[in-house]
C-alpha cells in the first residue's frame, strides 16, 4: 500500500492545498494531510477548527485522513507507515526552500521520499499567508478558499 502525507498548516486551508491533495490522491492508496503543530507559532485558526475544516472539504474521499501531529514530520511519516511526503511548489523559491528540507529529511531518514508536484498556473499565488492577510483586514477571500472552509472562518 503506497501512503503518503501531505504536511503543512493550513491556516487556512487554500484552493491550491486542495489541488495538490486531489492530484496527490490518484497516486496513493492513502493520502493523510497532516496539520503541522508548531508550539511556538501561533496560528490564526486554532488546530481543532483547522481540523474541522479539512474534513469538511475532503469528507467524501475515504482514501484522504486529516490528522494533527507534533514533532519532526519525517517521524510522523514513520509513525503512519507513510513512505512518501508530498510537497507543493508554486515558484522558484517554494522550489529552493522544498528542495533543502527534502534533502534533509532524506538525511533523518533516506525511507522517505519527497515528491513535489507543481502548482497549476491559476493557483500559483495563493498562499494561506496572503490568505490570512486579507482576512485581518476583512477583505472577501472565497475566492481563494474551498466552498465547504469558509463557514469555518
Known amino acids: 500500500m503506497k ?11 487554500t484552493k491550491a492545498h486542495v489541488d495538490i491533495v486531489k492530484r496527490s490522491v490518484s497516486l496513493f492508496d492513502k ?3 497532516g496539520i ?8 490564526l485558526l486554532s488546530v481543532e477548527k483547522r481540523e474541522q475544516m479539512l474534513r469538511a472539504v475532503f469528507e467524501t474521499d475515504p482514501r484522504i485522513h486529516i490528522v494533527a ?33 527534502a ?18 498556473p491559476g493557483y500559483s499565488s495563493i498562499s494561506s499567508s496572503i490568505v490570512r492577510e486579507i482576512m485581518r483586514y476583512n477583505g472577501d477571500v472565497s475566492q481563494f478558499i474551498p466552498k465547504e472552509a469558509l463557514a469555518y472562518l
Open 36 to 43: 503541522g503543530v508548531n508550539s511556538t507559532k501561533a496560528g
Open 103 to 120: 534533502q534533509m529529511n532524506h538525511s533523518l531518514n533516506p525511507e522517505i521520499e519527497s515528491i513535489f508536484i507543481v502548482s497549476k
Open 69 to 101: 501531529y507534533e514533532g519532526l514530520t519525517v517521524n510522523f511519516c514513520k509513525s503512519i507507515g507513510a513512505e512518501y511526503m508530498i510537497r507543493g511548489i508554486r515558484t522558484v523559491s517554494d522550489f529552493e526552500y522544498e528542495k533543502a528540507i
Open 3 to 13: 501512503i503518503a502525507l501531505f504536511p503543512g498548516s493550513f491556516d487556512p486551508i
Open 31 to 33: 493520502v493523510y494531510i
